[in-house]
């Protein structure tokens, strides 16, 4: 009959396999984990970014189809409210604030998505300023030359609004602050 010889190290193998299963099993739970956080870090900067696209595309709209009578009928501190449509969905806010004669405070809010982890908003504000050109209109004729202003053949210059011949409705004639021709020594405001 043989002899076993019988050893202190039973189960070691056991024990090792158990702790390599462990050690995979936590490493797939990391990768798992990193993944899903790139995974979420990516789609909320998507969403900012839509977010953003919204607000810009919100205050260009506004700009591009600018409403003449917000200049006439705004006062300073008035606020007035736009929402443009947006093209591929979101909202999109646009509060315009007139500060002075000739400058708006322009603050757009983007908004899209619609679930507790799948939405973005985001801010942007300008600053607008009305650039309206200042014309110096003399007379009807505003001449800067040395000699006189002379007339010859059949030109005729009255100083008196009048319609031509063959033209109509276009507005009451009368006299006017000055509209007779200026030479550059009689050229100031009438």
Known sequence: MPVTHR????????????????????????????????????????FQER???????????VVRNWNTSWVAAMHPGDVT???PSLPGGGTDTVRLTR???STFWMVSSGAVGSGVQT????????IV???????NVLGAVTQRL???????????????????????????TGPEATPTPRTSCTARRG
């Open 7 to 46: 050893s202190e190290e039973r189960g070691v193998a056991l024990v090792t396999a158990l702790l390599v299963v462990v050690l995979v099993g936590a490493l797939i739970l990391g990768v798992f984990a990193t993944s899903l956080s790139d995974y979420r870090i990516g789609r909320n900067m998507l």
């Open 51 to 61: 977010a953003l696209a919204a607000a810009e595309y919100g205050q260009n709209d």
């Open 81 to 83: 409210i736009q929402t």
């Open 99 to 101: 500060l002075n004669n």
């Open 119 to 126: 939405q973005g908003r985001r801010r942007t504000g300008i």
């Open 129 to 135: 300023r009305l650039n309206t050109p200042t014309l």
């Open 146 to 172: 040395t000699h006189t202003l002379t007339q010859s053949g059949s030109a005729y210059v009255s100083g008196v609004d009048s319609t031509p011949p063959g033209w109509a409705g276009c507005g009451p």
